[in-house]
């Protein structure tokens, strides 16, 4: 089945960018969708189909796939965004959703 | 608004069964699959599988198939997940969550806020 690979921590200073990154095998070819997850709360989405954000979600957010990996970008980070963070994918293969391991974000 | 509550956090013991809930309001229930997510304590998020309320088909992932079952009742617009023979390792929180988008572009809009499941002798 697909996997898809995301570094477990990334740390960064108020009001640098931030950018997370999800590795899978071509996942050029696929689209990428990402979740901010705070603790003690569900996911929300953050970006879908590689670079679209929802309504309400900041435009810091942008999103970007090609080759072998996928990534997400915040600019200017602020405290408020500390989370975790997970990228997924649709394996058309399995027909299973899939997501990464998640990546910590901690504003130093 | 789109919005799915759960039923309240459970304490079992092993080999127990256990159903909860994900009650779903502001679209139509039956249009939309929804999906099970599992997260155990400090790690990521697993998915389970899922089920199409209209007709009540389901996958499951194989690392749940045989373990849980997936249910939904049109009428109360709820969805079910139940675990037969509940173990340690199913301590976590269980999401449901509204999957949206088309082939290969499946993704997951809307979250309830979760079960708590603990499972302890």
């Known amino acids: 089945s697909y996997v898809v690979s995301q570094p477990p921590s990334l740390s960064v200073a108020p009001r640098q960018a931030a950018r997370f990154t999800c590795g899978g095998h071509n996942i050029g070819s696929k689209n990428v969708h990402w979740y901010q997850q705070k603790p003690g709360q569900a996911p929300v989405l953050v970006i879908f189909e590689d670079t679209a954000r929802p309504s309400g979600i900041p435009d810091r957010f942008s999103g970007f796939n090609s080759g072998n990996m996928a990534t997400l970008t915040i600019s200017e980070v602020e405290a408020g965004d500390e989370a975790d963070y997970y990228c997924q994918v649709w394996d058309i293969k399995t027909d299973h959703g899939v997501f990464g391991g998640g990546t910590k974000l901690t504003v130093l | ?121």
Not at chain 2, 88 to 104: E, L, M, P, Q
């Open chain 2, 1 to 121: 608004d789109v919005q799915l509550i759960h039923s309240g956090a459970e304490v079992k013991k092993p080999g127990e069964s256990l159903k909860i809930s994900c009650e779903a309001s502001g679209y139509v229930f039956s249009s939309y699959w929804l999906a099970w997510v599992r997260q155990t304590p400090g790690k990521g998020l697993e998915w389970m599988g899922i089920i199409y309320p209209y007709d009540s088909e389901t996958q499951y992932s194989l690392s749940f198939e045989g373990q849980v079952s997936f249910s939904a009742d049109l009428s109360t617009r709820t969805a079910f997940l139940q675990f037969h023979g509940l173990k340690a390792s199913d301590t976590g929180i269980y999401f449901c969550a509204r999957r949206v988008g088309g082939s290969n572009r499946y993704y997951f809009d809307s979250w309830g806020q979760g079960t708590l499941v603990t499972v302890s002798s």
